[in-house]
């Protein structure tokens, strides 16, 4: 059971129903607009995750003084952490939405949830922000296995138990952006022009490992330590360590940034001195 599931299962014994749990909501009302804070009241079922007590306000967006506003908006899609899309700042922590249970964070009558969008990317409409970037960065470093005709060539390489549990581990990352809210080297860039130069991320940086070992995905890999050699690649990671901290995957991702930097000094050495660089 993870630590989640504990926590949760200790905290719903405890929790009461009908109990009043006050959200307040960082707003704003489209990109360049102020931000400014909403507070709601909710009455939420036992075993409620945020995203439920958030379509709860939709259904009545009106605030605790009694004012009728425009509904919240937020970005979300499976409810089961799996597509990344529900990212946001809860109680000063970014995690996400769907799995984050009130009676976790407000097991008490009168408790108080604090909700802000991610600060690392342009919000577009309160809780939802525009994660571009993010994606961005996965191309950067050509983040695919390149496939194209290899289908008629019969069945692809193997792989062994080992690296089988390597690579499933890599590949849970469902891009949510939690690393890159919580690592300081990755600050907002609204200027797409500077997206080459400015940190790619820890969730890039994994996922060129990942598919440098793919047996098919290695023969991008010159490409991809190019990119991690280059302007904000994996030599600009200050080694905070705050990503592994809030990967909801719990992917090992400090030991992917260690591994491409090995990687990347290999690789420019060798490139050195075979006079390709």
Partial sequence: MSNTATTSATHTAT??????VRFRILRCDGPGK?????EFDVQPELNANVISCLKQIAEKPVTVDGKEVTPVVWDSGCLEEVCGACTMVINGKVRQSCT?????????????ITLEPMS???????????????????????????????????PGPKESPESQQTHYKLSE????????????????????SK???????????????????????????GDRLDELAGPGGVADCGNAQNCVKVCPKE?????????????TTIHKIASFFSGKK
């Fill in 34 to 38: 102020p931000s400014y804070w909403s």
């Fill in 195 to 221: 997206w080459d130069n400015a940190f790619i991320g820890a969730h890039a940086i994994s996922q060129a490992r990942l598919f440098n070992n793919h047996e098919t995905g290695k023969q991008l890999k």
């Fill in 100 to 112: 984050c249970l009130i009676d976790d964070y407000a097991p008490r009558d009168g408790d108080t």
């Fill in 251 to 263: 992917i090992p991702l400090t030991e992917s940034i260690g591994a491409m930097g090995r990687a």
């Fill in 120 to 154: 690392k990317f342009p919000v577009v409409r309160d809780l939802w922000v525009d994660r571009e970037r993010l994606f961005h960065n996965l191309k950067r470093v050509k983040a695919w296995v390149p496939i194209d005709n290899t289908y008629s060539l019969g």
């Fill in 173 to 192: 990352c469902m891009s949510c952006g939690c690393c890159l809210e919580a690592c300081p080297q990755f600050t907002i860039e609204e200027d797409e």
């Fill in 15 to 20: 929790a009461k129903q009908g109990r009043t």
